[in-house]
Structure formats: C-alpha cells, structure tokens
C-alpha cells in the first residue's frame, strides 16, 4: 500500500447538504492537497449511501485521490472503492478483506490498548486509527482520549502505520506527527471558510514534519 494515500485523509460531513452543493468544497480541498477522502455518512440509508459513492468516486477518479468507504464493505467492493475504513463494531477485518480482495487499502479503528493489540496480529489490515487523539464534536462516543502520549505509545508498538483521528487542527498537527503518525484523518480542520488553503498549511505541515523526521532515520 502507498502510504501516502495516508497522509492527509478528508473525512466528509455532508450534513443535510446534497452533493452538488458539497462539489465546491471537494474540489477546493482537493486543490489543497489532501490525498484521500472517506465517505461517512451515518444519517444515509444503503441506497443513499451507495449513490454518494458513485458520485464521490467520479469525482475523485480524475484527480487519482483514493476513495476510503467508512463501514459499508459490500457497496466499497460492489463500486471498486479503493479502500474501507472500519470500527471495532463493524465487520471483522479478516471477513472485510476477504470481501475487498488483495489489493484493497484496509484500515481499522482501535480504541483501546487490548484493540491494538489485536491489531498487531493481524496480516489483512493497512493501518490502524487512533480513535480519538482529542476530543471530537463529529464523533462522541469513543472509548479512549489518547491524547499525544498515548498517540506516541501507539506508534512506538504498533505493527502498522497509525493515522490520528479525532480533534485535529493546524494548531496540533505537528505534534501529532512528531509522534510517530503517518497521517491524519480530519473534520472540522477543512471544513471551513477557506478548505483549499487549510488543506495547504495542513499538508505542508504534514511533509515537513515527515521529511524531518526521515532525516533522523
């Protein structure tokens, strides 16, 4: 898996909104930099769901920005997503990549110490998420506020890359990286008044930080 679909992970938040009115915005953060958007949307039913898919794949297709599909692993492997994003409560990896197939990005959300570590024991995963590093308006019910000491903790003994998610900002990213993440999952951070240049600081920050931290290796 290329690890730089990791980096800069859009999160949709459609709200209400159609997709038309929503475009605008993807196209201004894509103009930014992020490199990979996952669909979540917990107020779609299957149909609804499935046809925003469609939508955001062809969107993203010509711009070559892999699509992560939260939860539902049928409509990912029936549109040819490029990937599925799951919870602790939702499919069993293993049953997730045999849905997927191979060649599939598959990541998985842990919330506590005992999640990551079944997360080391598993070979059919492409990274975990740390579920939440700061406290979330977008997701409330996590189990665990890792904070950036617990973020380092999981980087230090996890077998995959770890993505953050939950809480985070331009004001934080860089010590979020410092500690060992590959990248970030992100909200609110870009959906804002102007998502083309939050995006732009937000990857700026990111590679920075990586490229530093490559210096050291």
Request: charged letters at 20%; proline letters at 3%; one cysteine or more.
């Amino acid at each position: 898996m290329n690890v730089h679909a990791l980096k800069l992970c859009l999160v949709t938040n459609l709200q209400n909104q159609s997709f038309q009115s929503y475009e605008s915005f993807l196209l201004k953060a894509i103009k930014g930099g992020i490199t990979s958007v996952q669909l979540r949307a917990k107020n779609k039913n299957l149909l609804e769901f499935r046809e925003l898919a469609l939508q955001l794949k062809k969107l993203l297709s010509p711009f070559r920005i892999p699509l992560i599909i939260n939860d539902h692993v049928e409509i990912a492997q029936e549109i040819d997503a490029d990937g599925v994003h799951i919870g602790q409560s939702d499919y069993a990896p293993h049953e997730a990549r045999k849905i997927l197939g191979a060649s599939k990005i598959l990541g998985w959300s842990i919330e506590t110490l005992a999640d990551l570590e079944d997360a080391n024991q598993l070979s059919c995963i492409d990274y975990v998420g740390a579920s939440a590093v700061f406290p979330s308006k977008t997701k409330l019910d996590c189990h665990t506020i890792w904070g950036l000491s617990g973020l380092e903790i999981i980087t230090k003994l996890s077998r995959h890359p770890v993505v953050a998610i939950g809480g985070i900002q331009l004001t934080n990213v860089r010590s979020v990286m410092e500690c060992g993440a590959c990248g970030v999952a992100v909200v609110d951070a870009l959906h804002c008044a102007d998502p083309q240049q939050s995006a732009n600081d937000l990857i700026a920050e990111i590679n920075d930080s990586i490229q530093k931290r490559e210096q050291y290796v």
